[in-house]
């Protein structure tokens, strides 16, 4: 018999079974918590002498002594730590970001395992949108201190971005910086007007700076002007990559369907429509003929996401870069619905996380 656990355990065990007997009679007595974790910590350190520098075993045998208080977890850590650093373990700021993540969003984990899900914090980092997540997730337990660590970021560090329309072309261009448009916050230069109700933009991506590969420009419905707020957003990037990302609800992680590289050429129309707490996103290489977006097992077309009746919708430009902001251009925006004010997109603010000076404060730049 075979037994596979996910997240955030990934192990697999396997059990010889007696085919004449119940499978509870052939399992045999159950290990206590204490036991697993003790054998655990003596598998991994026998896995460990062998292939010193296995990462997998590293965390385990880690994982299993905090949950255990056992003496040697400072050791385990520091083996760890200083592991990661010299790069003699490896382990990419994704794969760490995702492993902290797990341990920070479940108390029972978060109670033990805390220790752990710092130093996959600061391996992380390496990534900036990694690090502003978790220094996010930390600022929101009352872990200042250590969500300083990880997101020294001041705002007024990051460019400013910018919104430009042009009357003649009937077109904007729209600037925008920022760590991404991901994970439980998005960063984002945000051009937009309020919706009440059902409706629809549309919008040509006729260009975006190839500030990075992630660099997105694209169209967004948004329940508030936060960063974490529950929201679809339907982008492109310069690699032709086609993007629907939503969150669905605040503070919340964020998914998202990716279509591979080189799948779409700029310029690209994109349209995103709004009925009820139902979002559909479609696409179009000329403006006639619309695909949807699909997703999932069976293929729907749409997502689910409880909104106020009134929403803020419009244009959306992130450079996935600190310290660069990425330009692009739109044109044939329209909008159906109950849209304010009327005429083109005039009023557009940078969206961003910060950390304030005070604890367990998250604001947007407006």
């Known amino acids: 018999m075979l037994i596979s656990l996910g997240s955030p355990y990934f192990e697999t065990w396997v059990a010889d079974l007696d085919p ?63 592991g990661l650093a010299l790069g003699q373990l490896r382990l990419s700021p994704t794969t760490a970001y995702m492993n902290a993540q797990w341990i920070l969003v479940c108390p029972a984990l978060r109670d033990r395992l805390l220790p752990l899900a710092l130093v996959l914090g600061r391996r992380a980092a390496q990534d900036t949108a990694c690090a502003r997540d978790l220094a996010h997730m ?85 329940s508030s002007l936060e960063p974490d707020c529950p929201n679809a957003l339907l982008a492109v990037t310069p690699n032709g990559r086609l993007y629907f990302r939503h969150r669905l609800a605040q503070d919340g992680i964020s998914f998202s369907i990716d279509m591979l590289p080189n799948t779409i050429q700029l310029p690209h129309w994109l349209r995103l429509i709004r009925r009820g707490n139902f979002f559909t996103a479609q696409h179009s290489s000329d403006g006639i003929a619309w695909e949807d977006v699909l997703f999932g097992s069976d293929q729907e077309s749409r997502i689910q996401i409880a909104m106020d009746e009134k929403v803020y919708i419009g244009l959306a430009v992130n450079s996935r870069d600190l310290t660069k902001a990425a330009e692009a251009h739109f044109s044939h925006v329209t909008t159906t619905g109950g849209i304010s004010p009327t005429g083109p997109f005039q009023e557009s603010q940078d969206i961003r996380f910060q950390l304030a000076s005070s604890p367990q404060t998250t604001v947007s730049n407006r």
């Open 138 to 222: 930390l600022n929101h337990m009352g872990r200042h201190e250590e969500a300083v660590r990880l997101w020294p970021v001041a705002a007024d560090a990051v460019p400013k971005g910018s919104c430009r329309y042009d009357a003649g072309s009937d077109s904007y261009t729209v600037v925008g910086a920022g760590a991404d448009l991901w994970g439980t916050l998005d960063d984002l230069h945000f051009a937009g007007k309020k919706l009440a109700g059902d409706g629809s933009i549309t919008a040509r991506i006729d260009r975006i700076e190839e500030v990075s590969n992630w660099a997105k420009a694209g169209i967004v419905v948004r």
């Open 20 to 82: 004449n007997l119940p499978t509870a009679t052939a399992l045999g007595p159950a290990q206590s918590l204490a036991e697993h974790c003790r054998e655990c910590i003596a598998t991994c350190t026998r896995r460990l002498e062998a292939e010193p520098n296995n990462v997998t075993g590293h965390l385990a045998r880690a994982a299993a002594a905090l949950w255990l208080d056992h003496n040697e977890v400072p050791a385990y850590l520091s083996r760890l730590e200083s």
